[in-house]
């Protein structure tokens, strides 16, 4: 008995560590060296994907102040002299704000959908960031870059999504409505 709670407590924390643990891997993932056209400079928006959907299924997996943290690390790594620290927090906090504002249309809902909203939401994201950006600095900063960053994270986004929607813990809400409220708390269905 006292190694199904071990091996239940150590699920348990992987469960609830795997989300961070994604988001800092795609912090760190995005300073490699890629010889790709175009991705390696999209590669500063993926972070942002994972905190999209991983606050789908579970936002308190990627608590307010984790995000801070994650973001101002990206700003960090990504920056040079003068480039604003914080923005990539902003827009982290502000991602999950919104997917969990609107999370009765965005879950359980068909994959173009949530690709929509995602492009919405990614969409805001680059502007929030482009705007700060420039305000801080205070220079007109070309805005080609930001929208190839765009471009190639909303082409990469059907592949990610789907990859990281299986990894993520099932959510009650993607359970299909016949089967909802036939389960015990904390019991899942296959």
Excluded at 115 to 130: A, E, K, M, P, R
């Amino acid at each position: 008995m006292r190694a199904d709670g071990t091996i239940a407590l150590l699920d348990r924390m992987g469960r609830a560590a795997l989300p961070g643990t994604v988001l800092l891997y795609f912090v760190v993932l995005t300073l490699a060296p890629l010889r790709v056209p175009y991705l390696s400079d999209a590669l500063p928006l993926l972070p942002a994907l994972v905190v999209f959907q991983y606050s789908l299924a579970t936002p308190e997996r990627l608590p307010g102040p984790f995000l801070l943290a994650a973001g101002v690390l990206l700003d960090l790594l990504l920056g040079g002299p003068g480039a604003p620290v914080g923005v990539s927090a902003l827009g982290f906090v502000l991602i999950r704000a919104a997917v969990m504002a609107n999370r009765r249309y965005l879950v359980g809902v068909p994959f173009l959908f949530q690709w929509v909203g995602f492009c919405l939401l990614s969409w805001g994201y680059v502007i929030v960031v482009w705007l700060l950006t420039a305000l801080f600095t205070w220079t007109a900063i070309d805005p080609t870059p930001a929208m190839m960053q765009y471009a190639v994270v909303i082409v990469i986004y059907p592949l990610l999504g789907p990859l990281l929607a299986r990894v993520r813990p099932r959510d009650p809400l993607n359970v299909p409505e016949l089967s909802r409220g036939t389960a015990r708390p904390g019991e899942t269905t296959s």
